[in-house]
């Protein structure tokens, strides 16, 4: 049973700086890849960024490329997202995934979820 923990949301003004962290366990994650989606009121279910353990490689929705980064450190089986210039726009709840071997963009591949943390970006 994969557990997804995330933590590291909160209020910040544009501009600013966040870093999400999401703490797996459950299983042994060699073989998965993780990925950051996000919920704005009203709005789908969105993919922000995605990362594969095994290779290491990365990939981020147009939207956020530049400003988010995606990192993992396999000794603690965590993912984290550093958001950096943050808009108005980035507000939302955001979730953490996994599924096995890649990252798809589509929130309806991922079996496993977090809780979700809220990030609140004002103007």
């Known amino acids: 049973q994969v557990q997804l923990v995330e933590s590291g949301g909160g209020l910040v003004q544009a501009g600013g700086s966040l870093r999400l962290s999401c703490a797996a366990s459950?299983?042994?994650?060699?073989?998965?890849?993780m990925a950051w989606f996000r919920q704005a009121p009203g709005k789908e279910r969105e993919f922000v960024a995605g990362?594969?353990?095994?290779?290491?490689?990365?990939y981020y929705a147009d939207s956020v490329k530049g400003r988010f980064t995606i990192s993992g450190d396999n000794a603690k089986n965590t993912v984290y997202l550093q958001m950096s210039s943050l808009k108005f726009e980035d507000t939302a709840v955001y979730y953490c995934a996994a599924r096995t071997y890649y990252y798809p963009q589509s929130s309806r591949e991922y079996d496993n979820w977090g809780q979700g943390t809220q990030v609140t970006v004002s103007s």
């Open positions: 990362i594969s353990w095994r290779s290491g490689n990365t």
């Open positions: 459950g299983r042994t994650f060699t073989n998965y890849a």
